[in-house]
């Protein structure tokens, strides 16, 4: 795996039931966000319901590379949640686990100049 500044990973998720309210509610009891923020290499992690039904709940955190985000994804803690989340959500994931990931190739700030 090559090892690039800032990457960010991107999951979708499917509710179970299809509620997205238990997905959140499952986010905020499990503390997932919160667990992810403690690994070495992350940079910040949002979790979005959809505006429109039929749409997945979305999941996108910034990592300082993709060994930072193999990290999380190879988390024990990860592997022991996954039959509890099995009943809130199905995880859109790539072969070998995990979301997509996307390396930062262009970034812009609120006020940024503009060239002439």
Same mark, same amino acid.
Not at 54 to 59: A, I, N, P
Not at 73 to 76: E, K, S, T
Not at 78 to 83: L, S, Y
Not at 96 to 100: A, M
């Given at each position: 795996m090559t090892d690039?500044?800032?990457?960010?990973?991107?999951l979708f998720l499917k509710p179970t039931g299809g509620d997205h309210g238990a997905i959140k509610k499952f986010f905020e009891d499990e503390q997932v966000l919160e667990r992810a923020s403690r690994k070495p290499g992350f940079l910040g992690s949002k979790l979005y319901s959809p505006v429109n039904d039929?749409?997945?709940?979305?999941?996108r955190a910034l990592w300082a590379s993709e060994d930072a985000y193999r990290g999380w994804?190879?988390?024990?803690w990860? #592997?022991?949640?996954?039959?509890r989340h099995? =009943?809130?959500?199905? #995880?859109m994931e790539l072969t070998?686990?995990? =979301?997509?990931l996307y390396e930062v190739v262009l970034s812009v700030e609120p006020g940024a100049e503009i060239r002439d």
């Open positions: 690039r500044q800032v990457v960010e990973s991107v039929g749409e997945y709940t979305m999941v994804v190879d988390d024990p990860r #592997a022991e949640n996954a039959e099995a =009943g809130v959500f199905e #995880a070998g686990g995990g =979301g997509s």
